[in-house]
């Protein structure tokens, strides 16, 4: 039962003081949430657990609306060490949780976009690991699976590595390269001619994060050419 309730919890909850000390805690509460909160309540009384604790829930407002919450249930001893009642405070991570709920559904669309589509592409790191690679890509190079690519490092699958150095030089100097004319070795050893556009991902802060780009076999046409 609620002893006392402050009055950012009858705000958030929406309800007066009154009816929330007429209440039960789990009237309010998730279903699913109520037996980890009472676990927990349990375990930190007999000693067996932590005597703080935190859990995911969420909350029954007053007009039928449902909010996420983090709940921190805190015990509270008397002066001769007997579980006296339990401190909750309770924060509010709605508007969080929708944020990295579309921040997932944003990163599950890119990554079947990524892995679908009919075009080479790659992500690395600005020491050479592989980082990514879509079936596209591990098809033009010959690999059945990204773990056996990301064994190697970007610079492993140039033919001439003065090519590697000034792809490097110029990303690090422009932020970008376009239609970079490179040869790179498939696992079987044979050559091919590619054009390799990619550009640089950087945190806010603004160091670099990785390389990501695309891959265009060019190889029929080189070849035309000589």
Not at 86 to 112: G, H, K, P
Not at 179 to 194: A, N, S
């Amino acid at each position: 039962k609620f002893l006392k309730v402050n009055r950012a919890l009858r705000e958030l909850l929406g309800r007066p003081a009154e009816a929330l000390l007429s209440m039960n805690w789990q009237a309010l509460t998730d279903p699913d949430a109520i037996e980890e909160a009472e676990m927990g309540m349990a375990a930190a009384i007999e000693g067996t657990g932590e005597d703080s604790f935190s859990l995911t829930t969420r909350y029954l407002t007053v007009d039928g609306s449902t909010i996420v919450a983090l709940a921190t249930f805190t015990l509270i001893r008397d002066s001769a060490n007997n579980a006296s009642r339990f401190l909750c405070q309770v924060t509010d991570i709605t508007d969080s949780m929708a944020a990295q709920e579309v921040l997932r559904s944003s990163e599950q669309r890119y990554r079947n976009l990524f892995e679908r589509i009919p075009v080479a592409l790659y992500r690395s790191a600005p020491d050479g690991e592989i980082l990514a690679a879509n079936p596209a890509l591990l098809g033009m190079m010959g690999f059945q699976s990204i773990d056996d690519l990301a064994a190697l490092e970007a610079h492993d699958v140039y033919v001439d590595q003065s090519e590697r150095s000034r792809w490097v030089d110029r990303i690090e100097r422009d932020g970008a390269v376009m239609d970079f004319e490179e040869q790179l070795r498939r696992k079987d050893g044979t050559v091919f001619w590619c054009q390799d556009s990619a550009r640089t991902v950087r945190a806010t802060d603004g160091t670099v994060l990785y390389y990501e780009g695309a891959i265009i076999n060019i190889d029929a046409r080189k070849r035309a050419q000589q």
